[in-house]
């Protein structure tokens, strides 16, 4: 039987060039955005994206709201 962490491991590869080809040609707010969307955490969203976890729940932030049908600002 394979080695749990191993397994763990390579699932971890897989699920970060998934990733970078989902958010390849998009900037850093869509690219994002969709990521968030297949429920990416913000760690390592900002990893694939190169940038910051606060940037990440920055330019999502909305995402949380938009989901729960609630509106911002009114």
Request: proline share 3%; glycine share 8%.
């Amino acid at each position: 039987m394979p080695d749990t962490e191993r397994v763990v491991e390579l699932l971890e590869q897989i699920l970060r060039v998934q990733a970078i080809q989902v958010a390849s040609g998009k900037g850093v707010t869509e690219a994002a955005r969709l990521l968030k969307l297949a429920d990416l955490d913000n760690q390592t969203i900002a990893e694939v994206l190169n940038t910051t976890p606060a940037t990440v729940r920055a330019v999502t932030s909305n995402l949380r709201t938009a989901r729960r049908g609630g509106r911002r600002g009114g």
